[in-house]
């Protein structure tokens, strides 16, 4: 029986893939490099750190750890700027109705992001209220696809993990999700996401008893 709920944030809670897509262009166009939307698609769920490891590699790229620093410091000043005006008209179709009706009904939520800035856009999104745990790219010392993240939040939640299920939009997410032995809802507007139980295109129309129908083992 599920008896919480995980989400991820950038690209299940609001989507701002766009927004690291645009930072990250300019980055990579920095190095010499034209990232495009496929590229970005990779990004997804990886951290800050590791995806500029991954672009200079893509590049053919070499920077000392100081100049990645100020590469990384660029990115998120940029990105910030890009998210300032975010508000609850960026929340995805579903979610508000999907997580009250599910914290009626007794479970337990949480957000699981590799996002250093987790804090400050469930804030814009007036969402932080809907969690009982929150735990972001801030807390955690492997970022997905290690566990970490999702194990972490099911202890905060008091929960064992086999007993929650997580939301995620990115293979990273849902490999992370596996690892920590948690049934998985994928959200698909974009990739594959093989490895979840079963894919959605939004929460839409999602609650409670659709969660225990299809993941209770
Ligand atoms: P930040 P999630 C992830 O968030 C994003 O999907 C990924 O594109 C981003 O690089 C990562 O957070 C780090 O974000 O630069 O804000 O720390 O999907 O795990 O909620
Ligand atoms: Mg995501």
């Known amino acids: ?28 166009s920095g190095v010499g490099f034209d990232l495009t939307e496929s590229h970005n698609e990779q990004l997804k769920g ?47 179709p579903g979610v508000v109705d999907f997580l009250s009706n599910i914290r009626s009904g007794g479970l ?8 250093k800035n987790a804090v400050f856009i469930l804030d814009k999104l007036q969402l932080t209220g809907y969690f009982d745990a929150i735990v972001d790219g801030n807390m955690v010392k492997q970022t997905k696809p290690d566990p970490e993240v999702f194990v972490n939040a099911a202890q905060l939640l008091g929960l064992p993990t086999q007993n929650c299920l997580v939301i995620e939009d990115a293979d990273a997410g849902v490999t992370a999700a596996r690892a920590a032995g ?36």
């Open 46 to 92: 990886v951290s800050r750190a590791e995806s500029l490891d991954i672009i200079l590699n893509w590049a053919g790229a070499e920077r000392s750890v100081e100049e990645k620093a100020l590469l990384l410091t660029e990115k998120n000043n940029h990105y910030l700027t890009l998210i300032a005006s975010l508000s609850t008209a960026d929340i995805l």
């Open 182 to 217: 948690m049934h998985v809802l994928g959200i698909n507007g974009h990739g594959q996401l093989q490895d979840a139980d079963l894919c959605v295109e939004n929460l839409h129309n999602i609650d409670l008893q659709f969660v225990q129908t299809h993941f209770s083992s």
């Open 1 to 28: 029986m599920i008896q919480g709920v995980i989400f991820d944030l950038d690209g299940v809670l609001t989507d701002t893939a766009v927004y690291h897509y645009q930072s990250w262009r300019n980055i990579a």
């Open 108 to 115: 337990k939520t949480a957000v699981g992001s590799s996002s």
